[in-house]
């Protein structure tokens, strides 16, 4: 049966590709006042929300900027640490769990959440198509390891852990004035409106830039999966540092890294016996329902 590659930092499960000292400064990096950190379990929208975040913040008098200049804004905390925060326009992201996080009041979080279901398919789709295995044997077979992937998402032994603890672990947060909280479905249904949510969240400048009807749309266009898909999919090694990609298998293709973006692909993935143990799992501690709850406007 396949198992994920995973090392333990502080009693988080990490991808083996990173380095101890990148896992170690993530995790004691206090983001300082006002400092803008987008937070998710893996899968769950966090590219998204970040692109639309780096297009906020690098519009330009000739519109919105390259793709990948926006991309290159985010910095992934875990697998570079914090060195490149204080270059202009970066802001960092993370996949910590709540409670091995550095938190401060006074910075921005941006909480981006998305249905169990989806985020344990999109996942499968990331550990299979994105070269992130640090040996040979770890490597994920091409096809057919979907079910012995979603046995494992369930027991929680994917990188970043149990899927609703770490949600659990961020909603004790929720209602902070210092957090705002974006729903993967909810995204998908308004993004337009999301975008002017998150602008005012951001606040300043940026809020001000998207009271202006061309902007927003122009940054809906260069947010959409499509648009996205071809601004990144062909250069998405070239944001993975030296250090980590030496680590890593080289693709034998392009990297689907912005994949299909929909809400209920699960359904082309789970079996009705695999659909049972996600009830089951679901069912298996009161507390979960208060994260189902968030997917409520969800079409079945
Ligand atoms: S990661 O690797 O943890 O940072 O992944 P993350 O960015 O959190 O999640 C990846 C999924 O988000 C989808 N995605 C989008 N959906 C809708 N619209 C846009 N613009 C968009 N950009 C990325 C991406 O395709 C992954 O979902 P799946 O279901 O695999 O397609």
């Not at 990188?159 to 947060?173: A, E, V």
């Not at 260069?222 to 944001?239: D, G, L, R, S, Y």
Request: hydrophobic residues 40%; charged residues 25%; glycine residues 6%.
């Amino acid at each position: 049966m396949w198992k994920f590659p995973k090392k333990d930092i502080r009693g988080v499960a990490m991808p083996t590709i990173f380095t101890d000292e990148t896992i170690l400064a993530a995790m004691d990096h206090r983001p300082g006042d006002g400092e803008l950190l987008v937070a998710t379990y893996p899968k769950c929208g966090t590219t998204w929300v970040s692109h639309i975040v780096g297009h906020l913040l690098c519009y330009g008098v000739d519109g919105p900027a390259d793709g990948m200049e926006v991309m290159q804004k985010t910095v992934f905390l875990e697998m570079e640490g914090t060195a490149r925060l204080d270059s202009e326009n970066c802001f960092a992201k993370t996949h910590l769990p709540f409670d091995k996080s550095t938190f401060n009041p006074k910075a921005k979080y941006i909480w981006v959440v998305r249905n169990p279901r989806d985020t344990c398919v999109s996942y499968y789709h990331h550990v299979k198509n994105v070269p992130v295995h640090l040996r040979e044997d770890d490597v994920a077979p091409k096809t057919g390891f979907f079910n012995d992937f979603a046995e494992e998402f369930i027991k929680g032994e994917a990188w970043s852990g149990d899927y609703f603890d770490h949600l659990l672990g961020w909603y004790s947060i929720k209602q902070l004035p210092n957090v705002l909280t974006i729903v993967y479905e909810e995204m998908k249904k308004d993004p337009k409106g999301h975008i002017v949510k998150i602008a005012e969240f951001i606040g300043g400048k940026v809020a001000e830039l998207a009271k202006n009807p061309k902007v927003l749309d122009e940054i809906q266009e260069v947010t959409t999966v499509k648009k996205m898909q071809e601004a990144i999919n062909p250069h998405i090694m070239e944001i993975v540092p030296a250090h980590v990609k030496q680590n890593m298998e080289d693709p034998d293709g392009p990297v689907l890294f912005i994949r299909k973006g929909i809400v209920g692909d699960w359904k082309n993935h789970f079996t009705p016996e695999l659909e049972e143990k996600f009830k089951a799992w679901i069912a298996s501690k009161p507390e979960h329902q208060k994260i189902m709850d968030l997917f409520k406007v969800m079409a079945e």
